[in-house]
């Protein structure tokens, strides 16, 4: 299915390569405890945070995963078995999405040939951990991978009904990239970055929202990105339809258009005689 993405003549090479890259980001911005829960085997009812010597990275929902037990608790040694079973139990993922999720994720482990990576291969800078993350400080201040409440509550505060929406989830998103680049001098933001970032706010409409509409209930969403916990408390159940590539092409689109701040539905064409208006215009108002 990714193959077919990139030859199809609608998609050029940059695009394919944000998409790629954005189905990643989508789990990514998503067994020594769990033993008897590893391998696939984890449980929504049973959760236990990290300890000593356990990795964890930048993106909540492997973090939630691992803690959970359908990830190794202690974040290593993710191979394409572990990680394809994890996101087929814990969130019905398809087979072939699992898979790509995995080689999107591999190249975070610096060695050759790696068939292997780790929570805390993640936190590498700007392979998939990017500046503006909704949950966490760039790594310009520090930790780059550890929940932090001010960043978190700073986009939380575009979240302003029960429901999120496509646009408020988007705002929020914006917000983030605007205050990074106003307050670190290293901002680092590419077209690959943007990818990752729309997969992130993606994620929880993925785990627990409506696909086709967008929509998330804020309670689920701001529980699990505090605790990296799956809300089953909060009566929070796992699709039963299973996720595939086209589902999260579908909800990236979405995400997208949503983060445009243009009213206008038309592409956006810009003609000499616009720019020479507008000039003449700050002229003549100057």
Not at 132 to 160: C, K, M, P, Q, V
């Amino acid at each position: 299915m990714a193959i077919e993405l990139l030859e199809c003549p609608v998609f050029d090479w940059t695009y394919g390569l944000m998409m790629w890259s954005s189905y990643l980001s989508v789990i990514l911005a998503l067994p020594l405890a769990f033993a008897h829960y590893h391998d696939g085997h984890g449980s929504p009812s049973h959760w236990k945070p990290p300890g000593p010597g356990d990795f964890r990275g930048p993106c909540p929902m492997m973090n939630t995963l691992a803690n959970h037990g359908f990830l190794p608790h202690d974040g290593k040694n993710l191979t394409e078995k572990t990680v394809v079973q994890a996101l087929k139990s814990a969130l019905n993922f398809n087979t072939s999405l699992g898979s790509l999720m995995f080689e999107m994720a591999i190249v975070a482990n610096p060695e050759p040939n790696a068939t292997f990576f780790t929570l805390d291969h993640l936190n590498r800078h700007n392979v998939l951990e990017h500046d503006a993350s909704l949950s966490r400080s760039d790594a310009y201040f520090g930790n780059n991978h550890i929940f932090n409440r001010t960043i978190f509550d700073e986009t939380r505060a575009y979240w302003t009904d029960p429901i999120l929406t496509p646009n408020m989830l988007a705002n929020s998103k914006l917000a983030r990239q605007i205050n990074s680049r106003a307050s670190n001098p290293q901002y680092t933001f590419t077209s690959k970055t943007e990818a990752f970032s729309i997969g992130e706010v993606s994620a929880p409409i993925v785990a627990f929202g409506n696909m086709d509409s967008g929509l998330v209930n804020r309670t689920l969403v701001e529980y699990f990105f505090e605790n990296e916990r799956l809300p089953t408390d909060l009566g929070w159940k796992k699709k039963q339809e299973v996720i595939s590539l086209d589902d999260i092409v579908k909800l990236s689109q979405m995400i997208t258009q949503a983060t445009s701040l243009l009213t206008a539905k038309e592409g956006l064409v810009v003609r000499n005689r616009d720019l020479h208006a507008g000039f003449s215009f700050a002229h003549q108002h100057s």
